[in-house]
């Protein structure tokens, strides 16, 4: 008795797998039926009836709507017949829509009657035809029992063809079927046997299987072993890190102290990492104020001790040496960062790209009139607003370090007459570099230069807060991570 059980539930299960392959012929059958309906309505009518109409949107629906309630439903042979039920009922419908036509309708009829029967037996058969004069009587009343003779024409190739393919296709489906069933129970019997040989195996199988969980769980132990001591060393490397960040703050000079000469001035300083390869040097002296923002190769660790390498060499050059004229600095500075390197020898190609600009004064203030701001740079450009207009300053494109063409090559020296209102900045790459925006692009020398043209008079702490927010929420709008280390100096003389 559970034998018999076990092979009609098997038979229902396998039944139950026959709405996936109906659901391409389902969609087929369906079209067919709709443009049957339409050419129909359309030779009897000149146009479409509503009936004819919704009847052709619900075939374009329900085939896919059938699939989605068969794939939901828990049990999918009781859905099978639900929906071939259905189906009938459609088939109905369409009887009434071409007239009572006979060669029109009854090729969809014998087709899905017969498919009922093949695949659910005489109760699926019964139900179908009770669902079929249901459709007929309702849609009947719907469009009034109209009768119309419809001529031979090549619209009876839509049905005829669905009668054919459908017929053929529904027995393979029974054939296939039946054929897997009857071979089920001497593939359960031959699997009935296999499974006491493999329940021998699985004893022997447990045993190793035991010896392996011990061995898991020694391996266990050493990676967690192994990951303290990753913790320990990730641990020591942050602390390492964040005291290198110590120091590179260290040789900054304060903003404050800036201030005491610039009053008017802001440095906004985002490292990409801990540390950075971007960095601001500042001279104060008696007859002129230095300040420069220079960007090194790389970021983090790489560009940090290359920032280290730039500030010391900058303070030997201005402080020791009494260079004070920009492009000078950056021909000594190239100099300086060859011989560090040894780049004649190595052909080493780390360096930096720098802007540096000296302001004449006269009594720690800025000599209007008779003075200068004077730039040079290495790849960073300068720039300066007065009166609403943005002027940018090339910065040359001579880097500093590596062993090159340009390694003869000279600075050229920009002047520009000191007057009240001046404003100049000195930007890293960084912040034109950094992608965002609705469409994911640069940031940008020409939105640069319009942001600065709307905040030059703003306080110089607005401004500052503009600049950090703007390039903040350009990242933002395109969810792009922060790509480089990112500096801005802003002076208002």
């Not at 026959?18 to 009897?44: D, E, Q």
């Not at 230069?449 to 905040?455: A, G, N, R, V």
Request: aromatic content about 14%.
């Amino acid at each position: 008795m559970r034998t018999d059980n076990k092979y009609a539930q098997l038979s229902k299960e396998r039944k139950g797998r026959i709405g996936k392959f109906v659901y391409p012929f389902r969609v087929f059958g369906y079209i067919l039926a709709a443009i049957t309906v339409a050419y129909t309505h359309l030779n009897h009518y000149q146009h479409l009836s509503i009936y004819a109409t919704f009847f052709c949107w619900w075939a374009a629906i329900y085939p896919h709507a059938a699939l989605g309630y068969y794939l939901i439903t828990g049990s999918r042979y009781v859905a099978e017949h639900r929906i071939l039920t259905l189906d009938m009922f459609c088939i109905g419908w369409l009887t009434s829509l071409v007239f009572y036509a006979p060669v029109l309708f009854l090729p969809f009829l014998i087709t899905n009657s017969t498919a009922n029967l093949a695949l659910g037996g005489p109760r699926l058969f019964f139900s179908g035809w009770v669902s079929y004069a249901i459709g007929l009587l309702i849609s009947g009343f719907l469009v009034a029992w109209e009768f119309s003779d419809i001529p031979a024409n090549w619209l009876m190739i839509l049905p005829f063809s669905y009668l054919i393919i459908g017929t053929h296709f529904f027995g393979f489906l029974a054939y296939m079927y039946g054929s897997k069933f009857r071979k089920s129970k001497a593939q359960i019997e031959e699997q009935n046997l296999r499974l006491m040989l493999q329940t021998d195996d699985l004893t022997i199988l447990n045993e190793e299987l035991q010896q392996q969980a011990e061995e898991i769980n020694m391996q266990r132990q050493q990676i967690e072993e192994q990951n303290r001591l990753l913790f320990k060393q990730n641990q020591s490397i942050g602390e390492s890190i964040a005291y290198a960040r110590r120091i590179q703050q260290a040789i900054l000079p304060l903003e404050e102290e800036i201030r005491t000469f610039l009053p008017q001035s802001f440095v906004w300083y985002s490292p990409k990492d801990v540390v950075s390869g971007d960095f601001y040097w500042f001279a104060p002296l008696e007859n002129q104020i230095l300040i420069a923002a220079a960007d090194c190769t790389g970021h983090g660790i790489p560009g940090a001790f290359m920032s280290l390498i730039g500030n010391d060499a900058l303070h030997e050059i201005v402080i020791t040496r009494s260079i004070t004229r920009p492009d000078l600095i950056l021909e000594e500075l190239r100099l300086s960062i060859n011989k560090a390197l040894r780049q004649h020898a190595t052909q080493n190609q780390d360096g930096m790209e720098i802007g540096i600009c000296a302001i004449d004064i006269v009594q720690g203030q800025p000599a209007y009139g008779s003075g200068y701001l004077y730039f040079a740079g290495a790849g960073i450009p300068l720039f300066h607003v007065m009166e609403g207009k943005v002027q940018m300053v090339r910065g040359d494109k001579i880097p500093i370090g590596g062993w090159n063409r340009f390694s003869t090559m000279k600075f050229q020296l920009h002047t520009i007459a000191l007057q009240k209102g001046l404003h100049f900045y000195l930007f890293s790459d960084g912040y034109t570099d950094q992608f965002g925006g609705p469409e994911n692009r640069k940031f940008g020398r020409k939105r640069l230069e319009q942001l600065l043209s709307e905040i030059y008079c703003l306080p110089v702490e607005q401004q500052k807060q503009r600049i950090k927010d703007t390039i903040e929420n350009w990242r933002l709008v395109a969810c792009e991570d922060q790509l480089d280390d990112l500096l801005a100096i802003g002076v208002k003389l």
